[in-house]
């Protein structure tokens, strides 16, 4: 068994304190919103999510370009392992907004440019991992991979400004909102440490899980290898 | 909501935000577990099945 590095043992610790205080920051310590009372919650970890989410595809299309210059298929290792973290967080995006809209919007979901580019982004990544599966040659699969990380993070600017750049009924954090916009509220001194507060947590969560899901790849790598070796 | 005096009772929501958000990240984490555990498992085994070759 691979022993963890104590670093990263650390950062699994530090990782699960942060979530523990980030959720009493969200679920006690911030103010409840007077007009739309306790869903107005879930807004923290949507955010949140959705930041890392963001952050994990545009570092898969990064490492598609330094595996597409280098060759190096440990790069390739690093893109898959940011696509399928941030597929996880944006799902979470996803589903938290969508919660919140029921009471806010009287609706799960609607074909809102800032829903459809979420849902259109998260799809591209699903169809990354199908991509994968359907190709047997590990460096034709990792230049495919590459290439289509480097297009799929298009995806992630669209999405980021369809709220500010379209007709929305979704609500804008930082910026000018949609004349439309529906949900959208100020926040007070609480609110922003419970908001920031989370921005910092999931980004150290997302790092932790990077690095373990990084060294599991290494881990597959390895064994396959081995694999190959023991059969001849 | 605009009309409403009193806040709406959407605490229901809100858990259901949560139970999803945890349910869902405990799901990867134990995921990437039961992955690398079995990984370093078949390690081990090619491992031994190396050096006996």
Redesign the interface.
């Known amino acids: ?2 022993k963890k590095p104590a670093t990263l043992l650390a950062l699994d610790i530090v990782s699960l304190i942060l979530l523990g205080v980030s ?1 009493y920051l969200a ?1 006690i310590f911030a103010p ?11 807004f923290y ?2 955010v949140a ?1 959705a930041w890392v989410g963001m952050l994990g595809f545009v570092a898969a299309g990064v490492s598609g370009i330094v595996y597409l210059r280098t060759g190096d298929l440990k790069w390739d290792r690093v893109e898959m392992a940011a696509v399928e ?1 941030s597929l ?1 967080f944006f ?2 995006t996803i ?2 907004g969508s ?2 809209a ?3 919007w009287n609706t799960w979901w609607t074909w809102d440019p800032r829903l459809t580019t979420a849902a259109i982004t998260e799809l591209i990544y699903v169809a990354y991992f199908m991509l994968r599966q359907g190709i047997e040659d590990p460096d034709r699969r990792a230049r495919f991979g590459a290439v289509y990380t480097l297009i799929g993070a298009v995806s992630v600017p669209i999405t980021f400004m369809a709220i500010r750049l379209f007709r929305t009924i979704h609500p804008v954090v930082v910026g000018t909102e949609s004349a439309e916009a529906q949900g959208g509220f100020a926040m007070t001194g609480d609110m922003k440490v419970a908001f920031f507060f989370a921005l910092f947590a999931f980004t150290v969560i997302f790092i932790d ?1 990077f690095w ?2 990084i ?2 790849g290494a ?2 790598d ?2 396959e290898q ?2 190959l ?2 059969m001849q | ?1 605009l009309f ?1 005096e009193t ?5 229901s ?2 858990i ?3 139970a ?2 945890f349910g ?2 405990l799901i ?2 134990v995921s ?1 577990y039961i ?2 555990r079995n ?2 498992r ?3 085994m ?2 031994d ?2 050096k006996n ?1």
Do not use: C
């Open positions: 068994m691979q959720t679920l409840t919103e007077v007009i739309m009372g306790q869903v107005q919650r879930v970890f949507h999510t973290i996880v799902f979470i589903v938290l919660i919140w029921r009471p806010v899980l373990n899901r060294r599991m881990l597959a390895k064994v081995l694999k070796k023991v | 909501m409403l806040t709406p009772d959407t605490s929501y809100m259901a935000g949560y999803i958000a869902v990240m990867y984490v990437l992955r690398s990984l370093n078949d390690l081990s090619l491992e099945m190396d070759n």
